[in-house]
């Protein structure tokens, strides 16, 4: 069994009469992709902050890569590799440059490390004589992940890298951290994107401060018992209003292009078929319906969470 490579206990923080982050536990597993995974303000870039001894908890305790991030901040520092939200480097700066002073900051070179980015950086190395400024959100993105390896580190913390970027660059990101992992680095990552907690081994659903769950993304989709149709018509608004009403329904929320509607699992409604559904829009003059079974997905789990 792996050991954990970052633990928190209780961890609690306030601004004023705010509760940034309040009783967190969870434990990361060495050569884990850990996705936290809630909506701005949810206390994710807070816990971050914490654990890479930014900002000190008001209780609780925590340890990276077996290190406290109170007692033993120094030395903790030189062996995570922190990407904030925002982009960081310096913007007058060439691609190269930036890397040779984060490189220099860890006491290393480019080249004692070029084997760790050149996968990533081969992508960037055609501007690198560019200022970083004038890169594409995509090409920040890998400028950024490249300094934050430059010095190998055991342990990466990713606050929201694939937020502003384009879906194209998020994929290949994913596809980056993926590759990494196989070289035996641990990563915590944040995001909003509730696709993106499919791309990880394991996630932890937070909301307002507290962790609502924890499990791989198929143990939370398990978790969902009750029946789920997709839902679309000609007019959403009033498809979600009138799908409220329908007998058996737990709930309707809008989803993308369909409206995600659940209906309670001990009601004898959850035996309906798609035509009962169907037949009852008609009744209200909804037209061009469209109506069939949907599997849950980690975004149906977390607002089911929300809600209870």
Known sequence: ???????????????????????????VQEGEIFGLIGPDGAGKTTLFRILTSLLLPDSGAATVAGLD?????????????YMPGR???????????????????????????YDLIAPIYVQIEPFKERRAGALSGGMKQKLALCCTLIHKPEVLFLDEPGTGVDPVSRKEFWDMLRNLRQQ?????????????????????LIQK???????????????????????????MYQLIKD?????????????????HLKLEQLSESWKLSESSIHDFLLSKNHRNIEVKPAEPTVEDCFIELMKN
């Open 1 to 27: 069994m792996s050991k954990a490579k970052i633990t928190a206990e209780n961890l609690s923080k306030s601004y004023g009469s705010v509760q940034a982050i309040k009783d967190i536990n969870l434990s």
């Open 69 to 81: 991030i109170v007692k033993d901040y120094k030395r903790l520092r030189t062996v995570i590799g």
């Open 87 to 113: 982009f960081s480097l310096y913007q007058d700066l060439t691609v190269e440059e930036n890397l040779e002073f984060f490189a220099s900051v860890f006491g290393t070179s480019i080249r004692e490390n």
């Open 184 to 204: 035996g680095l641990t990563m915590l990552v944040s995001t909003p994107y509730m696709d993106e907690a499919e791309l990880c081994d394991r996630v932890a």
């Open 209 to 235: 401060g507290e962790i609502m769950a924890i499990d791989t993304p198929k143990g939370i989709t398990a978790s969902f018992r009750q029946p789920l149709f997709a839902v679309r018509s000609d007019n």
């Open 243 to 259: 799908l409220r009403e329908f007998e058996g329904a737990a709930d309707c929320y809008a989803f993308g292009e369909y409206a």
